[in-house]
């Protein structure tokens, strides 16, 4: 069996071929949302609950949109400012029946998005003992995320850069050491502009990487969905095939040793 077909993304009961997730909104139309989630490649895609019409399924929804049988949904909580607002969306969601595989976000304010992690661990540990599959959406600390791991919280989300600024991994070194430090799988999420970015996070052995505006915003979305995708797989593959180390100075390609002189 290849290492493609073998190396399979394990979060807590769930399996997944898949190593790139993606959201569901800033698109032109749903059939772009569509068309870009299928070439993307994914099969864990998230959702806002507070997109979602649960009060009233019978009226058209994001939801009727995307085939629930072929994908994973994983509700978030955007724009859930406290733990009980975030706590009270992901009961909702799975009161509608929508799942209990929930990101989970809790934001600090309106100009960073940045995550609030006293209520996010809160939320996280409330909703663990409630029996819900928790991914938190967090900032790049491993002091939190290991605490997050330690209250049943089946991966991490560190965040690479503000969600929607396309700024890339502004701290690689932060995400390596919360590889070093939790046992959980370790999703990068918000903030990957490009394909580069993308394979940046995979090579530094993350386990996966969760974006939207990167693929939504970008002139062709169709386009930049599949580049997300080989970019996800190219740096994988790189991880795995491990990379020569750097070196200050040249070491020739063709040696001279055995040579005919
Ligand atoms: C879709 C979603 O959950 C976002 O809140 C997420 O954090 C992605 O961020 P980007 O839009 O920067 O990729």
Known sequence: MSQQTSDKLVIGE??????????????????????????????????????????????????????????????????????????????????????????????????????????????????????FTVLPYTSDDPIVCKKLEDIGCAAVMPLGAPIGSGLGIRNPYNIRIIMDTVKVPVIVDAGVGTASDAAIAMELGCDGVLMNTGIAGARDPIAMAEAMNLAVRAGRLAYLAGRIPKKLYATASSPIEGTIS
């Open 14 to 131: 769930r399996e997944f071929t898949s190593r790139l997730m993606v959201g569901t909104g800033k698109y032109a139309s749903m059939e772009q949302m569509v068309r870009a989630i299928e070439v993307s490649g994914a099969e864990v895609i998230t959702v806002a609950v507070r997109r979602v019409n649960i009060s009233d399924r019978s009226k058209e929804s994001l939801l009727d949109h995307i085939d629930l049988k072929k994908y994973t949904l994983l509700p978030n909580t955007a724009g859930c400012y406290t733990a009980d607002d975030a706590i009270r969306t992901c009961r909702l969601a799975r009161e509608a029946g929508l799942s209990d595989f929930v990101k989970l976000e809790v934001l600090g304010d309106e100009k960073t998005l940045f995550p609030d992690n006293e209520e996010l661990l809160k939320a996280a540990a409330v909703l663990v003992k409630e029996g």
